[in-house]
C-alpha cells in the first residue's frame, strides 16, 4: 500500500472505515460541497490543510464564513476536517507509529506524547516517547494507551504503514472509538 499525500490519506481512511475526526477533500471552487460539510459536522473548530504538500499550511476556522475566507491560502484542494482540539484535554497518547512486520519479527518506531500540548507537528521537537524496538519489549507496553493503539493496529490490519493517531480517554471521531487516526503513510 503506498500513500504519499494527505489526499491520499484521507480516502484510504475512510476505505478502510477508520475513525477519525469527519475529513474530506474539496475543490477550492467547489463552495456548495464546502457548504454542505458544514451544515454535516456542525462542530466548534476546523483545520484546513493543503492535501498535496507535506507540511503545508494550516489553519484553523471557527465557521463557512471563515473557511470561505481563506480559501484563497489554497491552489486547487483543500483538506476540511473537524478539529480535534476540543478533545485536547482528553488525549492519553498523541504521536506517530510505524509497527513493521518481517519475518514474525516486528519492529516499532514510536514517536509520541501524552499531554494536552501535543500535536503531530511538534512531537518531534520535544517527544515523551522516542522508541525503537520490538512488540517484545515491556517499556512498550508500560506506555499509556499503548495497548489500546496496538489493538486498533492489529484490528485494522495497519502494519507497514506511518500512522499519526491520538489515543483518548472518551470515544471521538466519526465512528465513536477511543482511538482516532489522523493520517497514514507509507514512509516517514
Not at 65 to 91: G, M, P, Q, R
Not at 111 to 134: F, G, K, L, M
Not at 143 to 157: T, W
Request: hydrophobic share 35%.
Amino acid at each position: 500500500m503506498i500513500i504519499k499525500t494527505k489526499r491520499e490519506s484521507v480516502f484510504k481512511m475512510k476505505e478502510l472505515k477508520l475513525n477519525y475526526f469527519d475529513e474530506d477533500v474539496f475543490d477550492v471552487k467547489d463552495i456548495k460541497s464546502i457548504e454542505k460539510f458544514f451544515e454535516r459536522t456542525n462542530a466548534d473548530e476546523y483545520c484546513m490543510r493543503d492535501p498535496d504538500h507535506t507540511s503545508g499550511k494550516v489553519i484553523f476556522v471557527k465557521n463557512l464564513d471563515e473557511c470561505k475566507s481563506e480559501l484563497k491560502n489554497y491552489k486547487d484542494f483543500v483538506t476540511i476536517c473537524v478539529s480535534a482540539n476540543d478533545y485536547a484535554e482528553d488525549i492519553v497518547l498523541l504521536g506517530d507509529i510505524k509497527v513493521k512486520r518481517e519475518y514474525g519479527n516486528d519492529t516499532v518506531d514510536l514517536t509520541a506524547r501524552t499531554d494536552s500540548e501535543a500535536t503531530h507537528r511538534n512531537i518531534y521537537e520535544n517527544p515523551q516517547y522516542n522508541v525503537h524496538s520490538n512488540l517484545e519489549d515491556d517499556k512498550l507496553w508500560n506506555i499509556p494507551g499503548f495497548s489500546k493503539l496496538m489493538g486498533y493496529i492489529a484490528d485494522h490490519d495497519l502494519y507497514n504503514l506511518v500512522i499519526e493517531f491520538a489515543v483518548y480517554d472518551c470515544p471521538v471521531g466519526v465512528n465513536k472509538e477511543k482511538v482516532a487516526i489522523f493520517e497514514l503513510r507509507s514512509e516517514y
